[in-house]
């Protein structure tokens, strides 16, 4: 965690709960600013103060963390990692909160060595590589590694880091067939527990937000037993950019 002065903002309105959270942050090397309410942290980023990370309390009164997700999605964010700490944790709250474009998801109370790993991930996905991966193109999607953005007929598709990383590990290898286990490795960089919907949701939105289908002649189908694999439908393969 020793990227150059990250800043994490941080939505929480219980006191002492803010209070252990910076702390916490602060012992690991990571400046923070803390909000007590939504409009405030809305003012900020409207205001484009140069966050890294968000951490979002879920309900808050006034505009809750939900709403500033949604907001921050909406505006050309796309990139900004979101991270929600919460108390609440049943397996919809986390399906509604991933589907609205949060990359992480962590119940209240959260353990210290939790938390700073899980802004790691996320962080350390913000840096650029050594050797980004080489720009390619798959039929009607162009697939930019250096600025982490998909193209399909030459639009550009909102997807959040995470939906990036998974939708251009399928495009850059057709036919290869992943299991659970290997996307969670790959693009999560943990394990993902078997009755976790983070997965599943994530395929669900990248299906929809590349229009997986004839439409563009392709094709990810799932194989519970096995795995999930991008087929094509008609001759295509991917192909280096100059």
């Known amino acids: ?29 990571l400046a923070c600013q803390a909000f007590g309410d939504g409009g405030a942290l809305l003012a900020a980023l409207r205001a484009h103060t ?16 939900m709403e500033v997700l ?12 979101v991270i929600f700490v919460t108390n609440r944790t049943l397996e919809s709250d986390l399906v509604e909160c991933l589907q609205a474009g949060a990359d992480d ?7 210290p060595g939790e938390l700073l790993a899980r802004i790691g991930a996320q962080l350390r996905r913000l840096r650029p590589a050594a050797t980004p991966g080489t720009d390619f193109t798959l039929g009607e999607f162009v697939v930019d590694m250096s600025t982490r953005q998909i193209r399909l007929h030459d639009e550009p598709i909102a997807l959040t880091p995470k939906e990036f990383d998974l939708a251009a590990l399928f495009l ?3 036919w290869r067939l992943f299991s659970r286990d ?16 983070t997965l599943d949701t994530h395929l669900s939105n990248i299906r929809k937000k590349l229009r997986l289908g004839p439409s563009t002649g ?9 795995g999930y694999r991008l087929e094509l439908l008609t001759p295509s393969s991917p192909t280096a950019q100059p």
């Open 70 to 81: 949604r907001w921050v999605r909406a505006n050309s964010h796309e990139a900004l990692p």
């Open 182 to 197: 290997d996307l969670s490795a790959l693009v999560w960089n943990r394990e993902i527990p078997s009755a976790s919907r």
């Open 50 to 65: 140069p966050y890294s990370l968000l951490l979002l309390d879920w309900e808050l009164p006034g505009i809750n963390g």
């Open 1 to 29: 965690m020793s990227d150059p002065s990250p800043l994490i903002a941080l939505l929480e309105d219980d006191p002492t709960q803010s209070a252990w959270m910076r702390q916490t942050l602060a012992g690991a090397g």
């Open 105 to 111: 998801y962590i119940g209240k109370p959260c353990r």
């Open 218 to 226: 392709t094709l990810l189908c799932a194989s519970y037993a096995l």
């Open 172 to 174: 850059r290898h057709p």
